[in-house]
């Protein structure tokens, strides 16, 4: 949604700019770039939709800022959708693996734990909402 400023014209020239930032921080695990940018051209609606795990024991308020800020910077726009994987719900989390490209990865063990960990859960809780809504649709 353009609230700013639009995303640049040359956004996929930029996006290997903040994969070397990202990849560079020691509190990033892994990152990914989910949403419409992974499909190609963006919309003129679009933002970059970018989501990052971090390293235990950070403060994922005032890093998020931080990214936030470098990452506009970097990609000279504003319409960013950072999302702190740490911190995401489980349907959230499950969508950004559906469709994601990574960004960075320096520590590959955690990000495939995460990625095992979030399908078997959210495979878990696909069948229990699946009956809760079925339930509900039953009973009323």
């Known amino acids: ?73 970097i990609l000279k726009t504003d319409e960013i959708d950072l999302v702190i994987l740490n911190s995401a719900s489980l349907p959230l989390r499950m969508r950004i693996l559906k469709n994601k490209i990574i960004m960075a990865d320096n520590a590959p063990f955690a990000r495939h734990s995460y990625e095992s960990l979030t399908m078997r859960m959210y495979f878990d809780f696909s069948k229990l909402e699946k009956q809760i809504l079925e339930r509900r649709f039953l009973h009323g």
């Open 1 to 73: 949604m353009i609230k700013f400023r639009k995303l640049p014209e040359n956004i996929e020239t930029l996006l290997p700019k903040a994969e070397a930032y990202l990849q560079s921080r020691p509190d990033v695990l892994f990152a990914y770039l989910f949403g419409s940018l992974t499909k190609g051209k963006p919309r003129p609606l679009s933002d970059a939709d970018i989501a990052v795990c971090l390293s235990e024991g950070q403060d994922s308020t005032e890093t998020k800022m931080e990214i936030l800020g470098d990452l506009a910077d």
